[in-house]
């Protein structure tokens, strides 16, 4: 019963042409090189307190854009923060999918194995100038705080009627998409108070970033939730978003659309690792094609004390703490830092960490997700990755009774590895033959070894 | 095909015999397309303990009180039902749970009935005494076998005419009006309600513990009144204190006023079989 919680819902807003929702959390222009790459949100929650971070891949003139957030309860100054763009790049690097290398054996011998990573590389968002509060309260709006935090400048709105709230958006030049309105209509009257940020030019100059750095809001509110549906409004296509959580307990999910995890665990062919970025794309969207792009995918769910295999080095407990997780004790970070690429896997270590972090994909738009994510904390501790394994095939000379089996059993592997690949991202399993036979997984490898000249490999030239 | 016809009405047979035939065959049927279809399905294993603990705890009491039966269904239903509903990361929770649910049955007892649906006391007791290691996943389902469990749900209830399962049907009714008040009053589109519907915990809770004849009022507009408290009291829980479980919270503390309305409203006591 007292599972509590409150959230925040947000729609930026570009300022002085037409507007394009990104990711629910701001609206940016329609025609611009603003492609909608995964906008980010970190929720860090125990009890009743929530810190969200949001950061989006805004690519725009940082002066264009502004952002419209619902919350559910005033925000003070001290309860505002510019977080760092790198910390959630890291979060978002350390639970990516992953490609895991491993070496056959001599088949007539042994093993070892080697990890690689694919990092998802993104960017931070923006807004624009300042508002006049003159005309807010003929229009019901009331200004109950304006603040400059970093680069933004923050106001937050409380509102009577939203015909009024979106008039007075709109005459200070933020351009509302239609329907917004409605949307608001229903925040004001579940009590929402909006949280409006947009830069300052000036801080944004002085402070010599040439990005805008994501905003951090902390609150307490019963109320867990992710506010989706201003970002939906008019936007044609699919929104994309990263949801990282961070708990004391468990796994986080939505209580109102169904969790998939994302394939895992399968072998693959060896050239998907110069492409890996692509793969993760094709595996996503096919993944959430068979759903129907009606449900959030899970991609890690992991307790931050350790990692198997680590797909970047861990984050320091002062990152967490930055990102909200409010009960770590950071006095001691005990935790390794730029341990060596090859092989990362680090037991708990540093004392208990208490942090579960949890990674949701979620593509979406107003038909598939018509309602916000509800979510809950669960006590469910189950470790899960997307980690996908390239298996090289032995490269010396093998003589022995054995080798001829392992040789005759590579071609049926390679060939299984090409389907697996083909029904996992929806590509042309001929086209993936092919590229396998450029990249040296042969299928006629026996072959190709057999009819090797005997000299070839003598001096290991 | 004489055999065939044999097993089909030997099958009807047992099943408009005793609703409880035709429950058990839902649940299991909805839980063997989760096993297949969810990733988030319950372990078969934490089904076995759960039945186990519901079963032994069934057999102890009626050895205990003397009761010269060994019915195996109430307390298949009850533990079918929580292997759909209850989630936890103790392995011990699962048949502690089902133990829970079923000796709330034979000791909190008012008027020779019991005051609670057995799954629903052991998922709210476990919920208020465990709240950090118990929770319900009421997001596991698709639209697909939602609807399909609906119409399932719903022959059920042609199906066995309706014993006690007008109760279902007045919360459902009473919810629907509810959450559809609510996107008219908010301006929300009607997808909004609609999707909120569209919930497996909402059809395990409306047709197999709220309808459960024994803990609902023995009166038909009692049951009215009755299911109508647990959706306001449901609604109030999940909207203004953003309970996610309120459903269960709400029939438990309802059903603390059954007594009441079975001693202002006298009928008779509802029976399981019909033979």
């Keep these: 019963m007292m599972k509590l919680l409150i959230a925040l819902m947000g729609l930026a807003v570009m300022m002085p042409t037409s507007a394009q929702a990104f990711c629910g959390f701001y609206v940016a222009k329609a025609d611009a090189s603003l492609f909608n790459e995964a906008s980010k949100v970190v929720i860090s929650r125990h009890e009743d307190r929530t810190v969200m971070t949001m950061a989006n891949d805004f690519k725009g003139d940082t002066k264009d854009f502004a952002i419209v957030i619902p919350v559910p309860t005033a925000v003070k100054k001290s309860q505002v923060n510019v977080g760092d763009i790198k910390v959630i790049d890291h979060l978002d690097a350390y639970t990516a999918p992953r490609l895991v290398e491993y070496f056959d054996n001599d088949p007539c011998q042994q093993i070892y194995r080697r990890e690689m990573m694919m990092k998802n590389s993104m960017a931070p968002m923006a807004m624009s100038d300042s508002a006049g509060a003159s005309s807010a309260k003929a229009l019901g709006v009331t200004i109950e705080d304006s603040y400059t935090v970093g680069e933004y400048d923050i106001l937050i709105l409380s509102a009577k009627q939203s015909d009024g709230l979106n008039q007075w958006l709109n005459q200070e030049g933020y351009k509302m998409p239609k329907g917004a309105s409605k949307v608001l209509k229903s925040y004001i009257k579940q009590d929402m108070k909006f949280f409006v940020a947009k830069v300052n030019l000036k801080k944004f100059e002085k402070s010599g970033y040439s990005f805008l750095r994501p905003l951090q809001v902390a609150y307490e509110s019963a109320k867990f939730m992710l506010p989706v549906r201003l970002g939906t409004l008019n936007s044609k296509g699919y929104q994309e978003l990263l949801l990282f959580t961070l708990t004391k307990n468990g796994r986080v999910e939505p209580t109102n659309y169904r969790t998939t995890k994302i394939p895992t665990g399968m072998d693959i062919p060896l050239y998907v690792a110069d492409e890996f970025g692509e793969f993760y794309k094709a595996m996503f969207k096919t993944a959430v094609e068979k759903e129907k792009m009606k449900t959030v995918m899970l991609e890690y769910a992991w307790d931050m004390a350790w990692c198997d295999p680590c797909a970047a080095d861990p984050l320091p407990r002062k990152d967490l703490r930055g990102l909200g997780a409010w009960w770590i004790d950071d006095a001691v970070d005990q935790q390794p830092i730029g341990r060596p690429v090859s092989r990362r896997i680090m037991q708990p270590q540093g004392g208990p960490l208490n942090a579960f972090v949890t990674r949701m994909h979620v593509r979406y738009n107003a038909d598939t997700f018509p309602e916000e994510i509800m979510l809950q904390t669960t006590d469910d501790r189950e470790n899960f990755q997307g980690r996908y394994v390239l298996r090289h095939p032995f490269k010396g000379k093998a003589q022995c009774e054995a080798a001829g089996e392992y040789y005759d059993g590579l071609k049926k592997r390679f060939d299984k590895e090409a389907k697996t690949l083909a029904n996992l991202t929806g590509w042309d399993v001929n086209d993936i033959r092919r590229k396998m036979e450029k990249n040296g997984q042969s299928f006629d490898i026996k072959e190709a070894i057999k009819n090797e000249p005997w000299w070839e490999d003598m001096w290991n030239k | ?275």
């Design chain 2, 1 to 275: 095909m004489f055999c065939l016809y044999m097993c089909g009405m030997t099958f009807l047979k047992a099943i408009s015999q005793d609703a409880r035939h035709f429950q058990i065959m839902t649940l299991s049927a909805l839980l063997l397309v989760l096993l297949f279809w969810s990733d988030f399905a319950p372990d078969p294993k934490i089904i076995a303990l759960t039945a186990g603990a519901t079963l032994a705890m069934q057999f102890i009491f009626f050895k205990a009180l003397k009761i010269p039966s060994n019915d195996y269904r109430s307390p298949l239903i009850t533990a079918l039902s929580l292997a759909l509903l209850f989630k936890t990361n103790l392995i011990w929770l699962y048949p502690l749970v089902g133990a829970v649910a079923m000796a709330s049955k034979f000791l909190i007892r008012v008027n020779n009935k019991h005051l609670f649906n057995p799954a629903n006391a052991g998922i709210v007791l476990m919920l208020v005494l465990l709240p950090t290691h118990a929770w319900v996943s009421p997001g596991q389902w698709g639209n697909e076998i939602w609807l399909g469990f609906a119409l399932i749900s719903l022959a059920a209830i042609v199906l066995n005419k309706a014993g006690r399962a007008d109760t279902a049907l007045f919360f459902l009714g009473s919810w629907i009006a509810l959450l559809m008040a609510r996107a008219l009053w908010l301006g929300d589109p009607l997808s909004i309600p609609i999707h909120n519907l569209q919930s497996g915990a909402l059809l395990i809770f409306a047709f197999f513990m709220i309808s459960d004849p024994m803990t609902t009022p023995n009166n038909r507009a009692m049951r009215f009144v009755f299911a109508l408290c647990v959706a306001v009291v449901a609604y109030i829980l999940q909207y203004v204190f953003q309970v996610r479980e309120a459903i269960f919270y709400a029939l438990f503390a309802v059903c603390m006023v059954t007594p009441l309305l079975d001693y202002l409203f006298k009928n008779e006591a509802y029976r399981w079989s019909r033979t």
